[in-house]
Antibody, heavy 118, light 106 residues
Framework: EVRLVESGGGLVQPGGSLRLSCVAS????????MHWVRQTPGEGPVWVSR????????VYAGSVKGRFTISRDNAKNTLYVQMNSLTAEDTGVYYC????????????WGQGTLVTVS | DIQMTQSPSTLSASVGDRVTITCRAS??????LAWYQQKPGKAPKLLIY???TLESGVPSRFSGSGSGTEFTLTIGSLQPDDFATYYC????????FGQGTKVEFK
């Protein structure tokens, strides 16, 4: 069974930083590209960032480019996102998500971790 | 950026009803479209990808169609477990989600 378990969320002041983690199990983590997706209550999800299998190619949404850094440790089956210069607009539930092998669709999500910037 | 627009925003239906949700893309996305179901407090669950391919384990009452800019998700006979919010998502150019369609009890 695919499991993605996020942690690291919490309350942070504007301008602050936070690092989220996502531990993967139940599949070969190193073979899958991975994403972070944010969602605020009552709204649709918003894609944040994606990283390739080796960790050397990253893509970011314009709203977080230059402030967020996605990374991974394949030896630890863990995905990260370092979030700096946080604003109220960064508030939401952050989901770690897996990209399907050989495709670009997102096929599995974690349960999410809440980040509140206030 | 490609924008995704769903309609309706809310849909009231009864068990057994046939339900159709529409998703429009701001430009052609071929069939690079997925549908997700989300229940309160839970993560989205993939239902359909490539516009019409059913994800493994998803009941056959769910179906998807469309290409280019117009897409539909149909639930053939609504079941109690299907009351949820549904999102479309394009993945031809980065990843963009619609604003959601909530299917509620009539």
């Amino acid at each position: 069974e695919v499991r993605l378990v996020e942690s690291g969320g919490g309350l942070v002041q504007p301008g602050g930083s936070l690092r989220l983690s996502c531990v993967a199990s139940g599949f070969t983590f190193s073979r899958h590209l991975m994403h972070w997706v944010r969602q605020t209550p009552g709204e649709g999800p918003v894609w944040v960032s994606r990283i390739n299998t080796d960790g050397n190619i990253t893509v970011y949404a314009g709203s977080v480019k230059g402030r967020f850094t996605i990374s991974r440790d394949n030896a630890k089956n863990t995905l990260y996102v370092q979030m700096n210069s946080l604003t109220a607009e960064d508030t939401g539930v952050y989901y770690c998500a897996r990209e399907a092998y050989g495709d670009v669709r997102i096929d599995n999500w974690g349960q999410g971790t809440l980040v509140t910037v206030s | 950026d490609i924008q995704m627009t769903q309609s309706p925003s809310t849909l009231s239906a009864s068990v057994g009803d046939r339900v159709t949700i529409t998703c429009r893309a701001s430009q052609s996305i071929s069939t690079w479209l997925a549908w997700y179901q989300q229940k309160p407090g839970k993560a989205p669950k993939l239902l359909i990808y490539q516009a019409s391919t059913l994800e493994s384990g998803v009941p056959s009452r769910f179906s998807g169609s469309g290409s280019g800019t117009e897409f539909t998700l149909t639930i053939g006979s609504l079941q109690p477990d299907d009351f949820a919010t549904y999102y479309c998502q394009q993945y031809v150019s980065l990843w963009t989600f619609g604003q959601g369609t909530k299917v509620e009890f009539k």
